[in-house]
């Protein structure tokens, strides 16, 4: 979706050392329209072009592909995919038809790529779990590499949409990591209920000034249903409003 | 869907002609569970596999792909194609979810395949214009090529379910075709008005003996919106049930 960070430069680091110093590097440039709800931040999403060309260049990216909407939706487009199951709750939940336009962009960016290897940010947790999906149930040629969140200094997850914070909210962002490391502190100290574990969460989230906690949800990894109990592999997902923002993210889980 | 017959022989040697003496030609042959409805006949649809098998290699057919379901469908299977225009009405209208399974199929089988040209009987009119739209809009890289509806000598659509008849519903079943010809000879004759071609169209299949009429629609052969006035390149498309075996049959018009 471009407005790239140091998250998304992480991507292209993993991409280059996936293709080795021979193989080509793409990366794709595209603020999909078709994911975003129609009350939510399409026309002010960032777009800072030239300065995610100049990042591409830098880390040695091959070929940048940044098509028009039109190009990629011409008149009747008509063609949807969706994932039924693990793109159902949390960000799915709460954004409806969001995963219906991932799905169908990403499916669409690979097959016009001619991707072997594609690389997404652990950030997008469930997008991660929803392609994966769409790659194994479509029997998409492509290779999956997952990467892991990039942090600020503070704990907060980098995302192009912290542009949109205030000073005041952005002092307060870290505080929603902070929750989700104290979540798996619970979890090492022995607690494994995860209404307990959920509640004591959605406190701390609450708590933030001018927070508003969308969902939090304590989760399988892999097929994203809910747990009573939480073990290791088990993952703590949360999106929440500061103001007129909305962020999201999480952490993997482990016992003992 | 195997069960073939001189119409998917016309698909092979169509192949044959795009691959050249060089080129590969891949048959699938896979009875898709997921474009039968709950009350239709997966169960009973022919699966003369050996027959097939040796159809394919009198064509000279370099790979037969047969999987199993279950190796298409994997536990948890999630993920499907909606084409959400072309397969609304005909048999999308009356077949619902049919299209979503042949959409998810196709995709899965061209994809599997890594096919550059795919072939599609006309027979099936409505699914090619809807895997065309698919191709189009999700940006496979696979041309495509359709052929002509085989025929039996008295003009019948070859069609595995053809094998469902009755001696009395297979001497009564031309008269589908005949009744689409009258169709077209009223265009030719200056009749142009959709409304009262589809009522003489409609009656003339009720008349046949054991039948029941599914649909008789006169479309725009590439958006299969229904027209109020035929021209040339509208297509007259019915659905007929003749006893328990739904037999479907179409004719591209022509003005003058």
Chains 1, 2 share one sequence.
């Not at 909407?69 to 199951?85: K, N």
């Not at 690389?119 to 990467?147: E, T, Y």
Request: proline share 5%; net charge positive.
């Amino acid at each position: 979706m471009g407005a790239l960070h140091a998250g998304h430069a992480a991507l292209l680091v993993r991409a280059r050392k996936l293709a080795g110093r021979l193989g080509s590097v793409t990366a794709s440039i595209f603020v999909n329209p078709t994911q975003f709800g129609p009350n939510e931040d399409l026309s002010r999403y960032p777009r800072p072009f030239a300065k995610d060309q100049a990042l591409c260049r830098t880390h040695g990216v091959n070929l940048l592909f940044a098509p028009t909407p039109e190009a990629l939706y011409p008149d009747g487009f008509s063609t949807w995919v969706h994932e039924e199951s693990v793109g159902l709750g949390l960000c799915g939940g709460t954004r409806p038809g969001h995963f219906r336009g991932v799905c169908t962009v990403v499916l669409k960016l690979l097959l016009l790529t001619r991707a072997t290897h594609a690389v997404f940010g652990r950030k997008d947790f469930q997008q991660c779990a929803v392609i994966a999906r769409l790659v194994r149930d479509l029997n998409l040629p492509v290779k999956l590499d997952f990467v892991d969140t990039v942090r600020e200094p503070d704990g907060l997850a980098l995302s192009s949409r912290n542009a949109y914070l205030t000073p005041e909210e952005r002092s307060e962002a870290p505080r929603i990591y902070a929750a989700l490391v104290a979540a798996q502190a619970a979890v090492a100290r022995g607690e494994s209920t995860a209404s307990r574990l959920r509640r004591a969460l959605e406190r701390r989230l609450a708590a933030i000034p001018g927070a508003r906690v969308d969902y939090v949800a304590f989760v399988d990894g892999s097929t994203l249903q809910p747990v009573s109990k939480v073990t290791t592999g088990c993952v703590a997902a949360v999106a929440v409003w500061l103001g007129k923002t909305r962020l999201i993210d999480n952490i993997l889980l482990s016992v003992g």
